[in-house]
């Protein structure tokens, strides 16, 4: 399949949620954007989402279903506890102290 077609194709059955890196940071970066199915719950989703962020055996960057929202030349770390995705309007995190390892973030949370 040609470069267009995978695109068009991500696009009609296919969402973008942000991956958010806030450990250890001053403020939080967003460092992926991630493909996940349209049609799964959050949870799902989100899940997706610290699963493709996350080097095992090879660079996360690298896996077709994310864009990287940093510079070519730079890498980032992998997604752990404390950091957030994004899906839709909703912010969540994750922390091994949560029901699931997710849990919604409000602003008066931040």
Same mark, same amino acid.
């Given at each position: 399949?040609? +470069?267009?077609?995978?695109?068009?194709? @991500?696009?009609?059955?296919? +969402?973008? #949620? /942000?991956?958010?890196?806030?450990?250890?940071? &001053? %403020? $939080? *970066?967003? =460092?992926?954007? #991630?493909?996940?199915? @349209? &049609?799964? &719950? &959050?949870?799902? @989703? /989100?899940?997706?989402?610290?699963? +493709?962020?996350? !080097?095992? #055996?090879?660079?996360?960057?690298? !896996? $077709?279903?994310? =864009? $990287?929202?940093?510079?070519?030349?730079?890498? #980032? %770390? !992998?997604? *752990?506890?404390?950091? *957030? =995705?994004?899906?839709?309007?909703?912010?969540?995190?994750?922390?091994? @102290?949560?029901?699931?390892?997710? %849990? +919604?973030?409000?602003?008066?949370? =931040?």
């Amino acid at each position: 399949m040609n +470069e267009i077609m995978e695109k068009n194709l @991500k696009a009609a059955t296919m +969402e973008q #949620v /942000a991956v958010i890196h806030t450990v250890d940071k &001053d %403020r $939080p *970066q967003t =460092v992926a954007m #991630v493909y996940v199915e @349209k &049609d799964w &719950d &959050d949870y799902k @989703k /989100a899940e997706y989402a610290f699963m +493709e962020t996350t !080097s095992i #055996v090879m660079g996360w960057w690298n !896996s $077709p279903n994310v =864009v $990287p929202m940093f510079e070519n030349e730079h890498t #980032v %770390r !992998s997604t *752990q506890f404390g950091d *957030q =995705v994004l899906i839709g309007n909703i912010k969540y995190e994750y922390n091994e @102290k949560f029901i699931g390892g997710l %849990r +919604e973030i409000y602003d008066e949370d =931040v």
